[in-house]
């Protein structure tokens, strides 16, 4: 476990730091309730597991030789965000109820967080970033890359799950519909600045 403390350290700051998928997350769970966020919090700690897997096989040193790729990749991952931060800006209000949100479908479960990585810039500049410095001494055996997998998963669960909970309050504590208006343009406008500046910078 020694050698994979800074592995653990380094997954827990990419998970909770700022990013589309905690703003969708956090979206999500402020107009939904909590419930309807967890498939989404599973979704993305799976899908950069994945990534993370793949890049250990040997996937990531092939995008590194293909920038093209990799543009390609970017694009799509901006268009897609682009279009979740235009349904958040411009979503109608919630109807509120007693415990925060009538409504209870939300509008990306767990296949579309997964298939949201793959083309996200950040889960694979992390991804790349994650096998390159800690494949060391961790890695150093056949099972490695799905260790790291599955450690990231693991520890992505409460990091992200803090975002449901922030959302879930903060739908709460908001009260009116027209509130959650203001708040779903704040934080669709926050969605498509963070989607552009990672591939931007």
Known sequence: MEAWA???????????????????????SSRHGWAAALPAVLGAGAGVASLLLLAGLGLGELLLRQPLVQEVLSWIGVAWLSWLAWKIFSSPPAHLDGD???????????????GLQLVNP?????????V??????????????????LLFY????????????????????????????????????????????????
């Open 6 to 28: 800074p592995f653990l350290l380094f997954s827990a700051v990419m998970a909770v730091t700022p990013g589309p998928t905690n703003i969708l997350v956090f979206a999500i």
């Open 100 to 114: 925060g949100v009538r409504e209870r479908k939300a509008p990306l479960g767990f296949v579309g967080t997964v």
């Open 122 to 130: 950040k889960a694979w500049i992390m991804a790349l970033s994650a």
């Open 132 to 149: 390159t410095v800690f494949s060391g001494a961790a890695l150093g055996h056949a099972g490695g890359s799905l260790e790291m997998a």
């Open 154 to 201: 693991l520890v992505s669960l409460p990091c992200v799950g803090a975002w449901v909970v922030l959302g879930a309050g903060t739908g709460r504590l908001l009260g009116s519909p027209r509130r959650m208006v203001y708040m779903n343009r704040g934080l669709g406008l926050l969605l498509l600045v963070s989607a552009w500046v990672s591939v931007l910078l």
